[in-house]
C-alpha cells in the first residue's frame, strides 16, 4: 500500500486532515439533510443553482403561507460559518437554524453554498459571497421567465440584509464594504454573529489562552495562502492597508459575541473601530454570557439562543435599532 494513501500531511484539528496523496478527510460538518418543509416551523426550503460558472447552489427559505400573501417580505442572504472549510447550507445545525429564523423573522433567506478550502483556497469564498448578491441584484431586475419565484413573489428588494455566523459573517463584512453592483437593490444592514476576525498579535482573551490562539491562527493559515497569516486583509479588517469601515455599505449593523469565545476580543474591537471610523449608521453589540462560539447553532433550543434569535429578528423587522 502507498504510504501517503494514509500518512497525514496537515492536521486541522478538529475539522479536517489531509493526507499526503492530497485526499481531504472532513472530520466535522459532513452530515446533510435534505430541503423541504419542516414540519416544526412550517417553513419550506429548496435548493437552486445560482452562480453557474462555479456551481454554486443556494438554499431558499420561505415562510409557512407566505406564498398565499401580496405581503413582501425581507431578504436575508445568509453565509454560513465553518472555518471556511467544513460544513454546508445543507448541514442539519445550519438547516435547522435558517429553519427558525425565518420562521421567527418572518423573511425569505438565501442561503449561499459557497465553496470550501482546502479544494477552493481563499478567496474563493470571498468570490462566491460577492457573485451571490449579485445574483440577488439580478434577481430583481430579472424578466418573467428568469426570476426565480419565490424572489419574484415574495421579496422586497428594498430590505436587503446580509447574515453570517463565525467565517460567514466575515464574508458579510466583505460584501458591505463594497458597494451595490447594480444599484437595484438596497442593503439596509448585515448582522455578524460571532464575526471571525483575526490577527497576528494577540489581543484580550488571546494572550492569556496561547494554546487556542495557536489553534486559530492554524486554522486560517490552512485556508489562506499567504505570507501575511493573520494579519491578511481577508481576516483582520485593521491591518495595514485595510480600507477604512466608514466606507460600510448599509445602514446597521448588530455584532454579536459570546463571553467564552477566543473571537469575542476580535468581534468587540470591530465594534469599537466601527463607531469610531466616522461611519453614520446605527451600531449595536451584543453579548452573550457564558456561552462559546456560535452556541445558538448547536443548542437551538436553550433559552440564551432562542433570545438572540429574536434580538436578530427584531434587528431585521425594526426601522431603527
Known sequence: MDP??????????????????????????????????????????????????????????????????????????????????????????????????VADANVIAVSVDYRRAPEHPLPAAYEDSWAAVQWVASQALADHDHQEPWLKDHVDFGKVFLVGDSAGATMAHHVAMKSDPTGNVKLLGIGLINPYFWGEKAIGSEITDPARKAMVDNWWRYVCPSDKGGDDLLINPFADGSPSLSNLACHKILVTVAEKDILRDRGRLYYEELVNSGWTGKAEIVETLGEDHVFHIFDPNCEKAKSLIKRLSSFINQGHL
Open 4 to 101: 501517503s494513501k494514509t500518512e497525514v500531511a496537515v492536521e486541522v484539528f478538529p475539522y479536517l486532515r489531509e493526507y499526503k496523496d492530497g485526499t481531504v478527510e472532513r472530520i466535522a460538518g459532513t452530515q446533510v439533510v435534505a430541503a423541504g418543509l419542516d414540519p416544526d416551523t412550517g417553513v419550506e426550503s429548496k435548493d437552486i443553482l445560482i452562480i453557474p460558472e462555479t456551481g454554486v447552489s443556494a438554499r431558499l427559505y420561505r415562510p409557512n403561507n407566505n406564498y398565499k400573501s401580496d405581503k413582501k417580505l425581507p431578504l436575508v442572504l445568509y453565509f454560513h460559518g465553518g472555518a471556511f472549510c467544513i460544513s454546508s447550507v445543507a448541514d442539519p445545525v445550519y438547516h435547522n437554524s435558517l429553519n427558525i429564523l
